[in-house]
Antibody, heavy 121, light 108 residues
Framework: QLVQSGGEVKKPGESLEISCKVSGYSFDKYWIGWVRQVSGKGLEWMGIIYPGDSESRYNPSFQGQVTISADRSTETAYLRWSSLKASDTAVYFC????????????????WGQGTLVTVSS | EIVLTQSPGTLSLSPGDRATLSCRASESVNRNYIAWYQQKPGQAPRLLISTASFRAAGIPDRFSGSGSGTDFTLTISGLEPEDFAVYYCHQYSRTPYTFGQGTKLEIK
């Protein structure tokens, strides 16, 4: 399963890191993705990381705005902002990506419960 | 990026009806790498279908997926009360992976 950290309330300009703790499968053998959902809106694919070698791929819309990382020793993935904006207010989901041929990241088959991030002055 | 357009935006049906949800891609999706998810309020999405037509583990057989190229369909035969939710298609053919904007299936 994937268990995410709790909700956060932050001010614009502050930094934040939310986490996604994995259990029940080999952490370093599956990609983990992050998905944003603004209240009442749809799903946005932010990026993905392979904990085995920390290879990451970002949606250009989020590149430079967030950092995705993974810690193999704690089997935890992270999503980090260095300077939050009000527009970052959303629920963020982590999810495991099923593997295709050649370790290709596929659909998201196992999801965390979501972390609500609220950014307000 | 591949843009996915879902239709209709909202579908109003009754329990027992058949639901047909469409997902059209802006370009051909290689290997039919399309998935479908169901999301209920306050919950994470749940995987229903992968690679256009393969049901995920534990998903009832009233859910079926079809399509190829740019046009994909999720069909729910014999709607149950718990099926009323929002449904998203998702392409994992090329990064950035993308989702459709969703179809809300509501009780008529």
């Amino acid at each position: 399963q994937l268990v995410q950290s709790g909700g956060e309330v932050k001010k614009p300009g502050e930094s934040l890191e939310i986490s996604c703790k994995v259990s029940g499968y080999s952490f370093d053998k599956y990609w983990i993705g992050w998905v944003r959902q603004v209240s009442g809106k749809g799903l946005e694919w932010m990026g993905i990381i392979y904990p085995g070698d920390s290879e990451s791929r970002y949606n250009p819309s989020f590149q430079g705005q967030v950092t995705i990382s993974a810690d193999r020793s704690t089997e935890t993935a992270y999503l980090r902002w260095s300077s939050l904006k009000a527009s970052d207010t959303a629920v963020y989901f982590c999810a495991r990506s099923a593997l295709g041929p050649g370790w290709y990241p596929m659909y998201l088959d196992l999801w965390g419960q979501g972390t609500l991030v609220t950014v307000s002055s | 990026e591949i843009v996915l357009t879902q239709s209709p935006g909202t579908l109003s049906l009754s329990p027992g009806d058949r639901a047909t949800l469409s997902c059209r891609a802006s370009e051909s999706v290689n290997r039919n790498y399309i998935a479908w998810y169901q999301q209920k309020p306050g919950q994470a999405p749940r995987l229903l279908i992968s690679t256009a037509s393969f049901r995920a583990a534990g998903i009832p057989d009233r859910f079926s997926g079809s399509g190829s190229g740019t046009d994909f369909t999720l069909t729910i035969s014999g709607l149950e009360p718990e099926d009323f939710a929002v449904y998203y298609c998702h392409q994992y053919s090329r990064t950035p992976y993308t989702f459709g904007q969703g179809t809300k299936l509501e009780i008529k």
